[in-house]
């Protein structure tokens, strides 16, 4: 059974500082791996996709990794703002199941100025 | 476009209850699916659908029943409520040609408590 898991839960850095979020996921079988943020009392949005096939992607100041052999993703966040302070969660699919997300429990990200 | 919209966004019950959560979205979506979310246990996904008709069973489906008559309408019912059902349930679409493995578009979320 898929798991995955984040590390830290949580984490405080000051404004400027770069970052690194963490996901493993126990079967490296996977579709692909979504990084999303989550503001509190909001639903989901969608950061970054990475195929299976992928080494990494990037968006502005984000830059998701991917080793799918030792089952892990890191989500890169450079020169952190107070307005990147949120939880952050990572979700694979597998590639024998592709209508389901398996979602970690996300790192709370405060940056504080 | 409005995206995913959800209705309500907060709802109090008492045990037994009944009630629907409401789910629509304006992208054409074939692929829509429900999630609970609980403190430290991250997000489950209770049903999906990957088109008009067609429904399943994900890994929390127990106390919820979906259908999904129209491309973009799935509503999430709740037959007699219950205090484990307490959450916050966020509704999500995508297109479906990796189905949960494409960009998936989530609404603001329901916030239920049952007593």
């Known amino acids: 059974k898929q798991e995955v898991t984040q590390i830290p839960a949580a984490l405080s850095v000051p404004e400027g500082e770069n970052l690194v979020l963490n996901c493993s996921f126990t079967d490296s079988a996977i579709y692909n791996l979504q990084w999303f943020r989550q503001d509190p009392g909001k639903g989901l949005t969608s950061l970054l996709l990475i195929q299976s096939s992928q080494r990494e992607q990037t968006s502005g100041r984000l830059n998701a990794s991917l080793d799918k052999s030792s089952g892990r993703s890191t989500l890169y966040i450079a020169a952190s703002q107070p307005g990147d302070s949120a939880t952050y969660l990572c979700a694979v699919s597998s590639v024998d199941n592709t209508d389901k997300l398996i979602f970690g429990t996300g790192t709370r990200l405060q940056v504080f100025p | 476009n409005a995206g995913v919209t959800q209705t309500p966004k907060f709802q109090v019950l008492k045990t037994g209850q009944s009630m629907t959560l409401q789910c629509a979205q304006d992208m054409n979506h074939e692929y829509m699916s429900w999630y609970r979310q609980d ?64 960009e998936q578009f989530f609404g603001p979320g329901t916030r239920l408590t049952v007593l």
């Open chain 2, 39 to 102: 403190p430290g246990m991250g997000l489950r996904l209770i049903h999906y659908s990957v088109g008009a008709g067609i429904t399943d069973q994900g890994e929390v489906p127990n106390g919820y029943n979906v259908s999904r008559s129209t491309t973009e309408d799935f509503p999430l019912r709740l037959l007699s409520a219950a205090p484990s059902q307490t959450s916050v349930y966020f509704c999500a679409s995508s297109y479906l040609q990796r189905g949960a493995g494409d």
